[in-house]
């Protein structure tokens, strides 16, 4: 009879291979927005997650119903209707060059550049 080892555990420190890196940021991320969504819609919740890149030039994140709305209920900032004032922890972000995943069913949907 053979005996099955099961999975290994394995030591988590940060990888050295630029490529695997990257590859794994990016799978993780994808996962982790999945999970965010997934507690927002079966729970109704509202959440925000903020993910940056290993190289730190490119911020992602994903809000339910939207990064700004949570962020400026959390701070209990409430724009007046019909305005343009916006939070100013949130203007630095949209002025950014960033990229920002949308909920979608395309699990493959890659983020889009803001200009």
Known sequence: MVKLTGRKKIEIVRMQNQNNLHV????????LFKKATKLSTLCGVEG?????S?????VYSIGHPSVNSVVDESLGVIPPPNTNVRNPLIEPHQNANVGRERPSSDSNARPSETH
């Open 24 to 31: 794994t940021f990016f799978k993780r991320r994808a996962g």
């Open 48 to 52: 925000v997650t903020v993910v940056f």
């Open 54 to 58: 290993p190289n730190n030039n490119r």
